[in-house]
């Protein structure tokens, strides 16, 4: 049976004035045997809340972004792993493939917003994850735009919740 990239359902947790993150993509085959064999790949979360509008459509309020590239030496069997969250890089070296791809992709506890910077409403959290095939420069996207940029992109949203008395 042959999936594609799957992201579980966004975790939230409210601590100190904060909402805090969690979530984790799981890769198909093809992208595991890709790694395994030394394709460097590039994936990119997007950890977005969105308030919930009744008649209008979601507004978006803010969001963050992390990327992380995954590097993999089959002949060294050695393992680099960059995160990047805007502020920070950490890079990690793994002799293990398995160690790697769990701190890799997973997000977990990271903040997106203060709850005292919301308003009262009904929000929800949205994560998306995506993985590009190529940097191609964008004359020879526009030219030649059949051929795709993106190895995948999977999105997952939390459940709805209030902030403040919400209406």
Do not use: C
């Amino acid at each position: 049976m042959v999936s594609g990239a799957e992201l579980s359902v966004p975790e939230l947790h409210f601590a100190n004035d904060e909402i805090l993150v969690s979530t984790t993509l799981t890769l198909d085959e093809k992208g595991l045997s890709d790694l395994k064999n030394g394709v460097e790949k590039e994936i990119t979360f997007y950890l977005d809340i969105y308030r919930v509008w009744n008649v209008w459509p979601d507004e978006f309020i803010t969001g963050r972004k992390i990327q992380k590239i995954l590097m993999a030496d089959p002949v060294k069997k050695e393992y680099v792993a960059t995160s990047f969250d805007g502020m920070t890089r950490i890079k990690k070296r793994f002799r293990d493939f398995d160690s790697m791809l769990n701190w890799v992709l997973t997000v977990k506890g990271q903040e997106v917003v203060r709850l005292k910077e919301l308003e009262p409403a009904n929000y929800f959290v949205r994560v998306s994850a995506e993985s590009r095939l190529r940097s191609l420069p964008p004359v020879i996207g526009y030219l030649l735009f059949f051929v795709p940029e993106k190895e995948f992109k999977v999105r997952a949203d939390s459940p709805r919740f209030p902030v403040g008395e919400a209406r």
